[in-house]
Each structure stands twice: as structure tokens, then as C-alpha cells.
């Protein structure tokens, strides 16, 4: 059974840091890609990064270039999602999702699993 947890997050100031990680279990992430998401309250689930099964492909949306950097360690079927000066509109639960056939999506219908997603708060 395809499972996928995500942790590290919390509460932070604007302007600091947050490391998430996603372990997964049942599968073999070797052959996925990942990518993370997010939802904020009232709003639709969005694309933040993903990572090809290789690591070549990075993809970052917009509002989060230059801030966050997605990278992943195969061999400890670990994903991972390095956020710095994080704002206030970042708040949100982030939610990391693998795809077996999509090189490197940021669309959520593309997804083939998700995890249950890990809080994140930026407020003064």
C-alpha cells in the first residue's frame, strides 16, 4: 500500500525557515516523480515545485522561485521541501504527491498518490 507522510511543519516569523520532508513507504520512489502542493483556507489546491524521478527536472511556481528548493533522496525514500523567507501568504497545508507516469507536473489531477499534508503558518 502506497503511503506518503509529510512532516516538518509549524509555526515561523515571516522572513524565516522551514524544512519539510516527505517519507514514503510501499513503493518504490525511484520510479516517480514528486511534486508538493498546497491549499490555504478558502482557496483551491495549488502547485509549489516538483522533481523529476531523476532529479534533472525542477519546476517552481512563481510565487515561490528563488525561495524554495525541492530535492530528494531516493535511497531514503525521502522528498523534501526547503522553504526560506517564508511570508505570510505561504501559509497553508502543504501537501507532497508522486506521479508514475508525469515526467514533472505542479496539475493535482496528475498526481497518483498524496499524503495527508503537514501545517504551515507565517505570522508575527
Known amino acids: 500500500q502506497m503511503q506518503l507522510v509529510e512532516s516538518g511543519g509549524g509555526l515561523v516569523q515571516p522572513g524565516e525557515s522551514l524544512n519539510l520532508s516527505c517519507s514514503v513507504s510501499?513503493?518504490?520512489?525511484?520510479?516517480?516523480?514528486a511534486s508538493w502542493f498546497r491549499q490555504a483556507p478558502g482557496k483551491e489546491r495549488e502547485g509549489v515545485s516538483c522533481i523529476s524521478r531523476n532529479g534533472a527536472t525542477k519546476r517552481y511556481a512563481d510565487f515561490v522561485k528563488g525561495r524554495f528548493t525541492i530535492s530528494r533522496d531516493d535511497g531514503k525514500s525521502l522528498a523534501y521541501l526547503q522553504m526560506n523567507t517564508l511570508e505570510p501568504d505561504d501559509t497553508a497545508i502543504y501537501y507532497c504527491a508522486v506521479s508514475l507516469h508525469h515526467w514533472c507536473e505542479l496539475q493535482p489531477p496528475l498526481m497518483d498518490s498524496w499524503g495527508q499534508g503537514t501545517q504551515v503558518t507565517v505570522a508575527s
Open positions: 510501499g513503493f518504490n520512489l525511484n520510479y516517480y516523480s
